[in-house]
């Protein structure tokens, strides 16, 4: 069972695809209201995976916009129930749980079932190892302590400071609730990641010799096994009419937003710095739509690895997310990092200063809480100067991860690997 939210259910899903090809039957239990909106996007479509939902006991996804913290304390109160219920009737009957880090409530499921449960991060390793390491690392509240605290950071993740991780710390629903996750996550029968272990193999390691359960780096979790599917639609075809390596892609991923003046300062610069453009406008298309020039585009939703994948995309501006940092790594292309909330200051961190494959959009001078349009263009023009250094090093740099990451997934590679040790592991629990 995922957390429901995209950035964590399309993991577990690429992930229950390998699985069942290397012989597990899967079951994916997701609210009745994700099962619907599944239904209108590809999922896995091996025979060995069946999906069963549970009643809509949480607020929508427009509630969890709305109140997000009604929205975790829902997570973890209402869904225990029902799940243990779904699960009695599950035939097969399974042989282990396969859940999200962060619904913590499912250790106790499994001590009452008697079933392993493996607890499953969707973010980098290193996001999972800053709360795993929260006494050492926060310990202090003095300003000394303070300062104390980002040296820590720093040697953690090059750059990192307390700003980038405060979005978390500084809101106690969403500390309590990350530290309940981990928990759970030290007793669990074993601790898979969505990320590449080449990609942040000290930390892997560190955690590996500190966790009492085995680690499994199954990533990335991204839906590379139906990228060869052709998807005909209008804006790939538009793909195909541009200039190689002419476009920057431009998405914020599944949930979060920026406001509407900060989304129509990116806009407005990107369209003033004359790169073309490829936008996800999600719910703001048409606002969007109204600002673009007439060689950019705004789609509401695209299939977004073969966007990325695709020769015109020169660059992607990103707000971080770990599955969009992911594909893009995957894909090779350098990264415009503009930062939300939770992991993605870290993960940006990780793109610009320690692979050192994409430029950070939140530098440039801010106007309060607003990163302004002329700044954004300047930025935007450096970093799509495809024939300058700059460029070339980024890319350079990025094709080599990428090189890494699909040698991981390869037969025999670290991934691959990992994914059958797991599937070997929860066997042998049978
Ligand atoms: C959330 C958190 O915000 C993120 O920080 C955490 O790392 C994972 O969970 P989300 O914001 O949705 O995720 O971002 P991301 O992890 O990038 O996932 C978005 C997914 O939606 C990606 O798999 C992306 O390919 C997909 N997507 C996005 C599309 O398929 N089409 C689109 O048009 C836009």
């Known amino acids: 069972m995922p957390y429901p939210g995209r950035g964590h259910i399309n993991p577990l899903l690429n992930l229950a695809g390998h699985l069942s090809t290397r012989g597990l039957f899967v079951t994916v239990v997701l609210t009745e209201e994700w099962l619907g909106l599944l239904s209108t996007s590809p999922t896995p479509s091996h025979p060995a995976v069946q999906f069963r939902s549970i009643p809509n006991v949480i607020p929508s996804e427009h509630g969890r916009a709305n109140d997000f913290n009604g929205f975790l304390d829902a997570i973890n109160t209402k869904l225990e129930k029902p799940f243990e219920r779904l699960l009695e009737s599950l035939d097969p009957p399974p042989a282990a749980i396969l859940a999200d880090t962060c619904l913590s409530w499912m250790a106790a499921v499994g001590e009452r ?7 499953l991060w969707t973010m980098p390793a290193a996001f999972f190892s800053l709360f795993y390491g929260f006494e050492d690392i926060f310990g202090g509240e003095s300003t000394a302590a303070l300062e104390e605290i980002d040296k820590k950071l720093e040697q953690h993740v090059k750059g990192l400071n307390l700003g980038d991780v405060s979005s978390v710390i500084c809101s106690a629903t969403l500390k309590k609730w990350v530290l309940e996750s981990f928990i759970w996550a030290r007793g669990a029968k074993g601790v898979i990641f969505t990320s590449v272990y080449e990609l942040e193999s000290d930390i892997i390691d560190s955690l590996k010799s500190k ?43 599944s949930f979060l937003s920026v406001s509407v003046a900060q989304m129509d300062e990116i806009v407005t610069g990107l369209h003033e710095s004359g790169i073309r453009f490829l936008v996800v406008g ?43 940092t992911m594909e893009c790594v995957f894909a090779g292309k350098p990264m415009l990092t503009f930062p939300l909330f939770g992991d993605q200051p870290l993960n940006c961190k990780l793109i610009a200063n320690v692979w050192k494959v994409g430029l950070n959009v939140k530098e440039e001078i801010e106007d309060g809480n607003l990163v302004g349009g002329k700044a954004i263009a300047k930025v935007a023009k450096r970093l799509m100067d495809v024939e300058g250094i700059e460029y070339k090093e980024m890319r350079e740099k990025v094709v080599e991860l990428s090189e890494t990451v699909h040698r991981a997934v390869e037969e025999g590679g670290s991934s691959y ?12 629990s049978v």
């Open 282 to 324: 999600r719910g703001a298309t048409s606002r969007v739509q109204a600002k673009l020039g007439s060689t950019d585009l705004v789609v509401q939703w695209c299939d977004q690895l073969k966007v990325l994948c695709h020769p015109s995309i020169g660059g992607f501006f990103t707000h971080c997310g770990w599955n969009s």
């Open 211 to 253: 966790l009492s359960c085995p680690v499994y780096t199954v990533g990335p979790c991204i839906p590379y096994l139906t990228l060869k599917i052709s998807l005909a639609s209008d804006y790939m075809q538009w793909l195909d009419s541009q200039p190689i390596n002419s476009v920057l892609y431009l998405s914020l991923g």
């Open 417 to 428: 690997c990992a994914i059958n040790a797991f599937v070997e592991d929860v066997s042998s």
């Open 113 to 119: 079932r008697r079933l392993p449960v493996y607890s």
